[in-house]
């Protein structure tokens, strides 16, 4: 495959790597603060953050598309103050992956942190250390096997992202045309050829995805199965 | 020290207790779902409770009326979880260590040392928890909870997963710690040996409500209630009603019969148990008040059918003819199961050996049960007639 063909690859790596890695930043705390925290409006953040699951690819594109879009507020506002266009360039594709990827990441951490024992969180806590200092010296070392399926997780839906990405990114060869847009072009070209070639490479990523997955998920429970109680 | 008042309600329980100690040991003793546990939670700052206040020595950790909450980093609380809650991921020395961030390095260092010395726990210091024993896991919880120096130290039933001869060991070593390090310590327990042995007082404490709170020995002997006399595993438990009133000269011996006979005045009640026995005991109530009488089996004597009743057992208040159902030996110690002759509820006796030896007492033999004033210890029933019944079926 030339450099042109292979274009689809890289892009849709950068994309669902800088996607993942924003994912985390921002959902590592919702995640939290849903595992511990009883607070006013915690229902409705836990349907937020899970409406995009649920909700078809398109219509989550075609919501962004009002936000992020040149009469948006967002968009609009951007374009004032910084003369930035985000529709249809591949930062846009980030925000579409962000936006679809990062629910899989919350609700997987957010399962990995409930499950350490809160008897743990009470003890550190009793020892005088702060918040902070409890999450990164108890919690996610005991969470991190969870935490980092969910990275996985985002990740390979950050990958395989199409139908919000297609409407607010558009399919522009190039620039914005990632794999998953790539194969749909490809087969409505009738290029066999170019197809194959992605989704070969589409469905290894994806099997090595399972088995990394398999084996975080496999010794999840290693430390309370010896620790005796 | 501290002053606790606690109204804690959950979905399906509520708590509602008020104590305050000073530098002593407390065991809050009771059955499981007592409550013992969410207790010194409020007190750690782990649980808020709807309402109370919680004071330590001056500083208010919880107020509800002000809504005050000092948080469990600021309150200086040293507790020992249940299942000890060591760090699964940290070594013994990484555990101990955990709560001394703010000591600088070099004194870190001695003070986990030293602790884990106390502990005698040199030799373990890179053992992940789980290469550990119950009891050595026990000693690394006690030494982290004791590293940043604690103000007060809570223990959650630290005794429950060890075997016996490794209870005894760090029982001494909880004694040690209170000598030590001179701090108050609450231990939570449902083993009445263990309140007995470590406690200074005593806090009973069933279905959220504090039952009984005085010193250890104190609540042991003379238990308020029906419930509480359970709970501290009182053996030989009656309820009864008061027939009569005693005049002072039946209840003297004959060496005193002239004397008391000049100051006839009444004194004392006589008392028909629910299974037909019939006691003299030396608090006077009114005819009808129904009754618990609490006997311990150690305070009691037995002397065989025929002979005769002689010294010190002439004092009894009572002489039961009873059949001897059931002897158990516990080495130095002899359990015997009476059944009162022709009816009455069943006592339990326990004898020395040597004592046991002396009377020649033997299963399914004829004996009396010598029952001396201060075994007998007794309280108006807070039960009505009905509710005895469920009482007993505890």
């Known amino acids: 495959m030339s450099a042109s063909e292979l274009f689809p690859v890289f892009l849709s790596l950068r994309v669902s790597t800088i996607a993942t890695v924003i994912a985390v930043l921002v959902g590592i705390g919702p995640a939290w603060l849903l595992a511990n925290k009883r607070f006013p409006g ?30 948006g507020p967002v968009g609009s506002w951007l374009e004032q103050v910084f003369g930035l266009r985000l529709v249809f360039t591949w930062q846009a594709a980030v925000i579409a992956a962000v936006v679809a990827a990062m629910p899989l990441f919350i609700r997987a951490a957010r399962a990995a942190i409930e ?30 096997r969870g935490v980092l399926a969910g990275v996985v997780l985002c990740w390979a839906r950050a990958l395989g992202e199409f139908g919000a990405t297609l409407l607010v990114a558009g399919n522009i060869p190039g620039r914005t045309q990632t794999m998953a847009i790539a194969i749909y072009d490809a087969v409505q070209a009738q290029d066999m050829a170019r197809a194959n070639a992605l989704v070969v490479i589409l469905t290894a990523i994806s099997v090595v995805v399972i088995v990394l997955l398999n084996q975080l998920g496999g010794r999840h429970d290693a430390y309370r199965s010896r620790g005796g109680r | 020290m501290l002053r606790a ?31 013992k546990t969410l207790t010194i939670a409020s007190i750690a700052g782990l649980q808020h409770p709807q309402r109370g206040r919680i004071e330590f020595d001056g500083d208010i950790w919880f107020d509800s009326a002000t809504r005050r909450r000092v948080r469990p980093q600021n309150r200086g609380v ?54 550990l024993s119950g009891g050595q ?15 007060i130290l809570l223990l959650d039933e630290p005794f429950a997963a060890v075997d016996a001869t490794v209870r005894m060991r760090l029982l001494d070593l909880v004694r040690e710690v209170h000598e030590t390090h001179r701090i108050p310590i609450v231990l939570i327990t449902h083993a009445i040996e263990e309140a007995y042995a470590l406690a200074d007082r005593m806090a009973v404490l069933e279905q959220g409500k504090l039952l ?49 006979a000049r100051e006839m005045r009444p004194s004392g009640s006589r008392v028909r148990t629910e299974g037909g026995l019939e006691l003299e005991i030396a608090e006077p109530y009114p005819v009808g008040t129904p009754i618990t009488l609490c006997m311990r089996p150690s305070r009691l004597d037995v002397v065989t059918a025929t002979g005769a009743v002689r ?14 159902e059931r002897v158990q030996s516990t080495g130095d110690r002899y359990e015997l199961l009476l059944q009162p002759t022709p009816h009455g509820e069943r006592l339990e006796v326990e004898l020395s050996a040597d004592a046991f030896a002396r009377r020649r007492v033997e299963p399914g033999g004829e004996v009396r049960v010598a029952i ?19 009482a007993r079926a505890l």
């Open chain 1, 42 to 71: 915690r229902n409705v953040l836990d349907a937020v953050i899970t409406l995009p699951v649920v909700l078809p690819p398109s219509v989550l594109g075609y919501y962004l598309l009002l936000l992020i879009g040149r009469r």
């Open chain 1, 115 to 144: 499950d350490v024992d809160p008897t743990l969180v009470g003890a550190a806590r009793t020892l005088g250390r702060s918040e902070l200092a409890v999450f990164l010296r108890v919690v996610l070392p005991l969470a991190w």
């Open chain 2, 5 to 35: 008042e606690i109204e804690l309600e959950l979905d399906d329980f509520s708590l509602d207790v008020r104590f305050s100690m000073q530098n002593e040991v407390l065991a809050l003793l009771g059955p499981s779902g007592a409550g």
């Open chain 2, 78 to 131: 040293g507790i020992v979880f249940q299942n000890y809650a060591l760090f699964p991921h940290l070594s013994v020395r990484q555990n101990v260590a955990f709560g001394l961030k703010r000591v600088p390095e070099g004194e870190r260092r001695q003070r986990v040392r030293r602790l884990l010395e106390e502990m005698r726990l040199e030799g373990l210091e890179e053992r992940r928890p789980q290469e």
């Open chain 2, 137 to 151: 896991q026990q000693r690394v919880a006690l030494a982290r909870a004791l590293a940043p120096r604690p103000r």
């Open chain 2, 212 to 260: 009984q709170i005085g010193p250890t020995d104190e609540v042991f002997r003379r238990p308020v209630s029906h419930r509480v006399a359970r709970i501290v595993g009182t053996r030989n438990i009656l309820n009864g009603t008061v027939v009569d009133r005693v005049a002072e000269e039946t209840r003297r011996t004959a060496e005193t019969r002239k004397a008391a």
């Open chain 2, 311 to 324: 010294g010190e057992r002439r004092t009894a208040i009572g002489l039961v003819a009873a059949r001897v």
């Open chain 2, 372 to 390: 001396s004033h201060d075994a007998v210890h007794s309280f108006r029933n807070e039960y009505p007639a009905q509710r005895l019944e469920d």
